[in-house]
């Protein structure tokens, strides 16, 4: 069976995966914030399907650093970590099937941003439903995590275009983002 992705995409989608796990797990930042980490996840996802180009590469690149990061015992969650990951890159997948190339790259980033967001908030929302919180208990506590991760998701997406551009001028993508609008 081939793969969907070339030898250059399958690195870029694997560099992109690792580096989101390392930087993770070496700036184990506590700010005391709900989402922060929203931020390097909806960085390294929009740079890797901006670089790919190709609906998939943000699941593989979310599966790929989900098993990073269980290999490497980074986080807490144990296999459940996988999904940390997974379920945000398979919802921003999802959207891109309805969206590509319909919005410009810096609104296609930010509408991103936040279906990924809403993902990550849902699996929160789910397990405090699960561990038998009320459910308007559960819902105020989704909206929150809902903002403070949207704030950040959006934060990582709008310096997404810039290091595209950056990218594409030192002709360091094989294909040209002045084929996108």
Known sequence: MKSPFDLQDALFIGFCATLLVVLKSMLRLKLGLSGHSMFLMTFFYLICY?????????????LLAGLVAMMLSVGKGGPMILLKFGLPAMA?????????????????????????????????WIGNLLAGMSGQVALVQFGINFLQGAMFAVAAALLVPPVLRRLDAHDLLHRSLTDEK
Do not use: E
Request: aromatic share 8%.
């Open 50 to 62: 901006g670089a790919v180009g190709r609906v998939g590469s943000i699941t593989a690149c979310g």
């Open 92 to 124: 921003m997948d999802l959207a891109l099937l309805f969206m590509s190339g319909l919005f410009s790259l810096r609104w296609q980033s930010i509408i991103l941003a936040l279906i990924g967001c809403l993902a990550w908030a849902s699996k929160g």
